[in-house]
């Protein structure tokens, strides 16, 4: 079975690293990684604790009980005494990530590295992130059935920046690698529809959206040299 999102979120992990794998639910990620030896350690986490055992039982049918911890915790609450190197925060709205981050004050430290996926509202994980002083390095576009994803690796720097609207909405050109271009093309243009669709819905007030459209628009000329 094809699973293009899992196997970039787990292609993003450093070589031999302690990892946490936040709101787990079936483990996915940790069995993956721990099995690719892409991960030494993981704990594995749930606010519930339905997945927490879902989660149990496939890392014990993987042989890797002795490299897991499984935990029931709200976000990173806890987490941070197994000492994670890379931290993946995956499959939730961009906005409860945010919070997540928002409320664990050890993760600035330039040394960690978080690997997000916001299942919707990556527009606001991006202004929290590039408000709050952590660096995006690279932003990954899987294709999955008709599906695009967005995964964000990022760093703390301490130093806040500013994006545009557009970059906001489907992240910057500069951190996308080339291999998802094609994808990355795809999100833009349905980016547009969609605020083009929203703004002509509207009776009033839509500039806002019009705006987004034409800057979409421009970084789809000057990216692809073609119009959307
Ligand atoms: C859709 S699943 C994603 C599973 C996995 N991370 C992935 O990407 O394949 C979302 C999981 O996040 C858990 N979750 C939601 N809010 C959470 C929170 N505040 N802290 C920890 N886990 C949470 C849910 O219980 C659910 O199991």
């Known amino acids: 079975m ?12 450093r070589d031999g690293v302690r990892i946490a794998d936040v709101g787990c639910d079936h483990a996915y990620i940790t069995t993956e990684a721990l099995t690719l030896g892409k991960a030494t350690f993981s704990v594995a986490s749930d606010i519930r ?10 890392i014990e049918a993987a042989g890797l009980s002795g490299k897991a911890k499984l935990l029931l915790a709200d976000g990173l609450d806890g987490i941070g005494e197994y000492a994670p190197d890379d931290i993946i925060i995956a499959g939730m709205g961009g906005e409860l990530i945010a919070d997540i981050i928002d ?6 430290n330039e040394k960690i590295h978080l690997i997000l996926q916001p299942m919707t509202s990556q527009d606001k994980l991006r ?10 390095d690279t932003e990954a576009v ?8 967005q995964v964000i690796s990022a760093y703390y720097t301490g130093r806040p920046f500013a994006l545009t609207a557009a970059e906001l909405a489907v992240g910057q050109v500069s951190v996308k690698p080339e291999e998802y271009r094609d994808n990355f093309r795809a999100l833009i243009k349905h980016t547009a529809a969609k605020f083009e669709k929203i703004a002509g819905s509207k009776t ?4 806002k959206e019009l705006e987004l459209v034409k800057e979409l628009n421009e970084m789809l000329k000057e990216t692809y040299d073609e119009n959307g």
């Open 2 to 13: 094809k699973k293009p999102r899992l196997d970039c979120i787990v292609s993003l992990i």
């Open 49 to 58: 604790p339905g997945p927490l055992s879902k989660a149990r039982d496939n």
């Open 103 to 108: 409320r664990a004050p050890f993760l600035q």
């Open 127 to 136: 202004a929290y992130l590039c408000s709050s002083g952590y660096r995006i």
């Open 142 to 149: 899987p294709a999955e059935r008709t599906h695009l994803y």
């Open 204 to 207: 009033s007030d839509n500039a």
